[in-house]
Antibody, heavy 126, light 107 residues
Framework: QVTLKESGPVLVKPTETLTLTCTVSGLSLSNARMGVSWIRQPPGKALEWLAH????????????SYNTSLKSRLTISKDTSKSQVVLTLTNMEPVDTATYYC?????????????WGQGTLVTVSS | DIQMTQSPSSLSASVGDRVTITCRAS??????LNWYQQKPGKAPKLLIYGASSLQSGVPSRFSGSGSGTDFTLTISSLQPEDFATYYC?????????FGQGTRLEIK
């Protein structure tokens, strides 16, 4: 059974950088079937996909993809030895206030998100 | 980016009703369409993947169909626990995108 858990600050100030960590258990991050997506949801609004990362066996490297409108501010990375995926979002603004989720994405299936963390609410305010 | 448009945005129905939610992609996405259910304060839950495959543990009253640009999620007989918000998601090409959601309310 795959489980994911988000951690990070609950409050950040405008212009600061947000760093969120997703800790995974049940499957190694070196397994392409254990890709990780980050998805956020502002209060009362729809889900917004941010980024994902997974191992590409053929290229012997990590595949990373980003939300088009946030690409310049986002970085996703992983530490396989710690079973962690880290997302950073620079220059935070009040509109970035949201619940941030990490979720498993199976790169050898349909990239569906079949396991989710509980989410962490991040508020941007001075 | 591929735009995903759900209709309706909200829907009122009664227990026992048959309900259909539609999702349209701005370009063909083959069958790379997933459906999620979200209840207030909870993480989304995967219902359907690959347009029509039922996720393990999801009741058989949920079904999905479609390919290309037009997709549907059908609940054959609404149960009280089905009142929630539903999202479609295309995973054909990055960036992955979600629909705006359909809120299913009790009539």
């Amino acid at each position: 059974q795959v489980t994911l858990k988000e951690s990070g600050p609950v409050l950040v100030k405008p212009t600061e950088t947000l760093t969120l960590t997703c800790t995974v258990s049940g499957l190694s991050l070196s397994n392409a079937r254990m890709g990780v997506s980050w998805i956020r949801q502002p209060p009362g609004k729809a889900l917004e996909w941010l980024a994902h990362i997974f191992s590409n066996y053929e290229k012997s490297s990590d595949e990373k993809s980003y939300n088009t409108s946030l690409k310049s501010r986002l970085t996703i990375s992983k530490d396989t030895s710690k079973s962690q995926v880290v997302l950073t979002l620079t220059n935070m603004e009040p509109v970035d206030t949201a619940t941030y989720y990490c979720a498993r994405a199976d790169a050898y299936a349909w990239l569906e998100n079949d396991s989710w963390g509980q989410g962490t609410l991040v508020t941007v305010s001075s | 980016d591929i735009q995903m448009t759900q209709s309706p945005s909200s829907l009122s129905a009664s227990v026992g009703d048959r309900v259909t939610i539609t999702c349209r992609a701005s370009q063909s996405i083959s069958r790379y369409l997933n459906w999620y259910q979200q209840k207030p304060g909870k993480a989304p839950k995967l219902l359907i993947y690959g347009a029509s495959s039922l996720q393990s543990g999801v009741p058989s009253r949920f079904s999905g169909s479609g390919s290309g640009t037009d997709f549907t999620l059908t609940i054959s007989s609404l149960q009280p626990e089905d009142f929630a918000t539903y999202y479609c998601q295309q995973s054909f090409i990055t960036p992955i995108t979600f629909g705006q959601g359909t809120r299913l309310e009790i009539k």
